[in-house]
């Protein structure tokens, strides 16, 4: 048996906004997105309240060319996690959080 595993070409979608999805976006989701689109540059999924910071580490380490992200009111992600998108996508410019709190400090950490 000769057979591979073949991995599926990396999407090359620069751009996703689920702001006015209906559905429950959850960490799993947000995980899969970015392995299967780690080109992403923007990335708008605002008030949901099913995300963790286990999104957040998903996003930090893969999506690399990420400038702009939205999680605002997505009540289950803290600073920490914030902290960690700010620190590893270097490229990250706009966060929207709302009304999440944080410390000054994070924004030293956003170009």
């Known amino acids: ?3 591979k595993k073949i991995n599926p070409p990396k999407k ?3 751009e996703l906004d689920i702001s ?3 559905l ?3 960490d799993e989701t947000i995980e ?3 392995e299967v689109f780690p080109n992403l540059e923007v990335l708008k999924v605002p008030n949901n309240t099913s995300l963790t910071n286990q999104s957040v580490k998903a996003i930090a380490r893969s999506l ?4 702009t992200l ?3 009111d997505c009540l289950h992600i803290t600073a920490a996690g914030l902290f960690t998108v700010a620190k590893h996508c270097k490229h990250l410019k706009y966060l929207n959080i709302g009304s999440i709190e944080c ?3 994070l924004l030293k950490h956003i170009r």
């Open 64 to 67: 690399k060319h990420l400038h």
């Open 24 to 26: 429950t976006i959850k």
């Open 32 to 34: 899969k997105i970015t």
């Open 1 to 3: 048996n000769n057979s």
């Open 20 to 22: 006015e999805c209906d």
């Open 103 to 105: 410390h000054p400090t």
């Open 12 to 14: 090359f979608l620069s």
């Open 70 to 72: 939205d999680m605002s």
